[in-house]
């Protein structure tokens, strides 16, 4: 019985394996990790310089504000998940191993998750001390965030790898993604909102958290997909 | 059922759909243009004014057309995109193609004619309702499928990526709806409702029924046009093109 397309390894493996080969490029140029921290740092500062130093004014807009720029950073960062691999020919490779396409790009996506997303979400209660968060909130910030940007990664994984063949595709990802990343902010605000009023914040966690399993089921196929239509413009 | 299955492989033949679409077309004009008329006058000029709004409710009868058009447009362009994925028809790429403008022109007829209905209403040109922020986002969905396909130079690939955004958005589209519906409640606003969920009279129901079959049609018949333009365009050099046009 001929064995040609039998993977040698197991999916798990092959899974684990781009996860540690993204993870490890993306620890290699510290810059990657850093920069969206520092632009999320930074945009947050442009807040009460524009809006005023009033406490309570900033309070009362912190976990809009936080949300929106959490939003910012992971759509700046989206824009360059797949570039490299395109480039240096790695995603050819992806495309032609026997494993799903989609299973490999997840692995891929999961790394640059741990180390945009979640480091993120960690660092988070920081800036949401400086512009007076009630620190009820905290803990619920943190948590949205974690399932947020999982759901934000996902979306933006999906609109990279529509756009990585395109020359400055940057703006034109932006385009694709914010009107399909609405529910994310919307269930994020509002579980912060909730939490600060001290009232439950459980039925915006549990939703966002739907949209988050809901969409690491669907997310990789469109990713796959995507990514077979890149490669072959 | 044979009859049927005939009829649905020959839709994937660009020459005969060319001819087909051609007659179709000579047909839904003057019903198109007729009920846009009828629908006009009637809502326009014959339907009462309102009890409260006097006579600026009328602009409903483009307003509404265009917003329930503009919706379905998009699942349009979603089952000619999974069409297209599945079945690889080239016809489906075509049609996904041509709806998208269209959809997004509607959407945007649905924004402004409520900006001008909400001014003297609401005395707000602008105000973040639930279906006029939903409104909105629909409306940067249909940009961005019309961005990406410009954005490939591989028009297939252009075509198979829009699809995929299409079928990506079908699916967030009623989380979306859901959830500015809720943020909508969640913030609500002072006093917004002007007009309760009274019935609409008959002698103004039966225009607006007019004018959305009307644009319906239109929304059919532009479709139809920019595929005929598009099977001009990819088969300029073809010989059926070139016999059916009578230039050698």
């Not at chain 1, 063949?165 to 595709?169: K, V």
């Not at chain 2, 009890?51 to 009328?58: A, C, D, T, V």
């Not at chain 2, 606003?189 to 309760?196: D, E, N």
């Given at each position: 019985m001929p064995s040609v397309d039998r993977p040698s390894l197991s999916l798990l493996t092959a899974f684990g394996r781009q996860f540690r080969r993204h993870g490890q490029a993306l620890m290699a140029s510290l810059t990657d990790v850093a920069n969206p921290l520092l632009f999320f740092f930074m945009v947050v500062t442009l807040f009460p310089l524009g809006l005023g130093p009033d406490p309570q004014q900033l309070a009362s807009m912190a976990p809009g504000i936080l949300w929106v720029v959490a939003l910012l950073a992971s759509l700046m960062v989206s824009a360059r998940m797949f570039a490299s691999d395109f480039e240096d020919g790695s995603l050819e490779q992806m495309a032609l191993a026997s494993h799903p396409l989609s299973v490999l790009a997840l692995g891929e996506v999961a790394a640059h998750w741990l180390a945009t997303g979640c480091l993120l979400a960690v660092v988070s209660p920081l800036f949401a001390m400086m512009l007076g968060l009630?620190?009820?909130g905290l803990g619920v910030l943190v948590l949205s965030l974690l399932l947020g940007t999982l759901c934000l990664t996902l979306i933006g994984a999906v609109g990279s790898a529509l756009t990585v063949?395109?020359?400055?595709?940057g703006l034109l990802l932006s385009l694709l993604i914010i009107p399909l990343n609405v529910p994310v902010l919307i269930f994020g605000t509002a579980a912060v909102t909730e939490a600060v009023m001290g009232r439950d914040p459980s039925t915006w966690l549990t939703l966002m958290g739907a949209l988050a399993a809901g969409m690491l089921a669907l997310a990789p196929l469109a990713m796959g997909a995507a990514l077979r239509i890149s490669l072959d413009s | 059922m044979r009859g049927m299955w005939a009829f649905i492989h020959k839709l994937g033949s660009p020459p005969w759909f060319f001819g087909f679409s051609g007659t179709l077309v000579r047909w839904l004009l003057p019903v198109t243009v007729l009920l846009l008329a009828v629908g006009a006058y009637w809502g326009l000029l014959v339907a009462p004014p309102d009890?409260?709004?006097?006579?600026?409710?009328?602009i409903i009868y483009i307003h509404v057309p265009a917003a329930v058009v503009a919706l379905a447009g998009y699942y349009v362009m979603a089952i000619a995109g999974a069409i297209s994925l599945i079945w690889r028809i080239k016809m489906a790429d075509v049609a996904m193609r041509a709806a998208a403008p269209v959809g997004a022109v509607l959407t945007a007829v649905a924004l402004v004619t409520g900006a001008i209905w909400g001014k003297?209403?609401?005395?707000?040109?602008?105000v973040w309702d639930a279906r006029i922020t939903s409104m909105l986002i629909l409306l940067f969905l249909y940009l961005g499928v019309v961005a990406l396909f410009e954005a490939y130079e591989n028009k297939t690939a252009a075509a198979k990526a829009c699809a995929v955004l299409t079928l990506v958005g079908t699916v967030n589209i009623p989380i979306i709806y859901k959830s500015v519906d809720w943020w909508y409640s969640l913030h609500q606003?002072?006093?917004?409702?002007?007009?309760?969920e009274s019935a609409i009279d008959a002698s103004m129901l039966y225009p607006l029924l007019v004018m959305i079959g009307a644009f319906y049609l239109l929304f059919a018949m532009s479709m139809l046009l920019n595929m005929r333009a598009e099977l001009l365009w990819q088969h300029r050099n073809a010989h059926w093109l070139r016999q059916r046009l009578d230039v050698s």
């Open positions: 009630p620190s009820q063949s395109i020359r400055r595709g | 009890f409260r709004q006097g006579n600026s409710y009328r003297p209403t609401w005395g707000a040109w602008w606003p002072a006093s917004l409702k002007f007009t309760g």
